[in-house]
């Protein structure tokens, strides 16, 4: 599915309204923005709102309202995924022709005995750059009748990538320009997405993942700079493949710093004492909030 590059720059935001904006939400945002206006670029606003089970309006509607206090301004229409589900569809089924996805239907306890009982053999089991273990592949490689069989069976299945082959497939070696993490300037990181196994595309009670969806979406908006958190980081490297087997444009990477909690650990959505909603009630305005994310004066 090839898309041209647009030649003037593009940035995103791109928030889940699965709870209310927190900090690091905000320093992104605000980076996103920033870059975009002194750039003389476009900034976007995306809901990535696929998860139907944690995602509800009211915190979409927060969202659009913390977002515009901090005195941000974005295009309109804001891109809701939810509405996309058909580009998606058409992706995964791309990927399917190219014989490089799978049903897989083990469960988490499965994978967790499959992975304890090779562990206690003494072998390590590989994970991924998250620290969560590897699929074992019980399904890859099944033939046609098998794989219609657990899609007939009733039970939860994930389309999952064939790393392996897609890889093969993808030809030559994968990299992406960063222009952050390591400091000032920009250089060349080699991708290495076979560090994440066979990763979930799909799930039968979920239209898309994260990684599908992200790549579609960021090259049908002609988003040409993607600046997001260190979190981030590694997961680029799924993108990148993705990217290559669906012949979409490469965007130039800046993964910029997290702000974290007390406890050292990146900031998260069930926390409110670091919600942007709390420091409005405390009487903060958004240059405060300007000030405790960049650090200005």
């Known amino acids: 599915m090839p898309i041209s590059r647009p030649e003037q ?5 791109a928030p889940s309204p699965n ?26 606003l995306r809901i990535e709102d696929i998860d139907r089970t944690r995602c509800r309006p009211e915190f979409e509607a927060a969202i659009l309202d913390d977002l515009a206090w901090l005195e941000l301004e974005w295009e309109e229409p804001v891109r809701r995924q939810s509405d996309h589900l058909d580009l998606y569809a058409s992706a995964l089924e791309h990927l399917k022709a190219m014989r490089l996805v799978y049903p897989s239907a083990m469960t988490r306890g499965e994978i967790r005995a499959a992975v304890a009982a090779s562990e206690a053999k003494g072998s390590a089991w590989p994970r ?3 620290g969560t273990p590897l699929y074992p592949g019980r399904e890859r490689g099944f033939r046609p009748d098998d ?12 389309w999952r990538l064939d790393m392996e082959e897609a890889v093969k497939r993808a030809g030559g070696s994968l990299s992406w ?19 994440w196994g066979d990763v979930v595309l799909s799930r039968s009670d979920a239209p898309s993942s994260y990684h599908l969806s992200v790549v579609v979406d960021d090259a049908v908006q002609g988003v040409t700079h993607i600046v997001r958190g260190r979190d981030l980081y590694h997961a680029t ?48 305005g958004p240059a405060d909030i300007r000030a405790m994310v960049l650090g200005e004066q």
């Open 9 to 13: 720059p593009v940035f995103r935001f």
């Open 19 to 44: 709870g209310f904006l927190h900090l690091g939400h905000a320093l992104s945002a605000i980076i996103n923005h920033d870059i975009a206006a002194a750039s003389g670029g476009r900034f976007l």
């Open 128 to 130: 991924d750059p998250d």
């Open 147 to 158: 794989q219609a069989a657990i899609l007939a069976s009733g039970r939860p299945y994930a």
């Open 177 to 195: 320009q960063e222009k952050g993490f390591r400091g000032s300037g920009e250089y060349s990181q080699i991708a290495d997405p076979a560090a």
């Open 237 to 284: 490297s799924v993108h990148r493949l993705l990217q290559r087997l669906l012949e979409l444009p490469e965007p130039v990477y800046h993964h910029h710093r997290l702000i974290l909690g007390p406890d050292g650990r990146k900031l998260s959505k069930s926390n409110r004492d670091t919600g942007i909603a709390a420091f409005r009630a405390a009487g903060h």
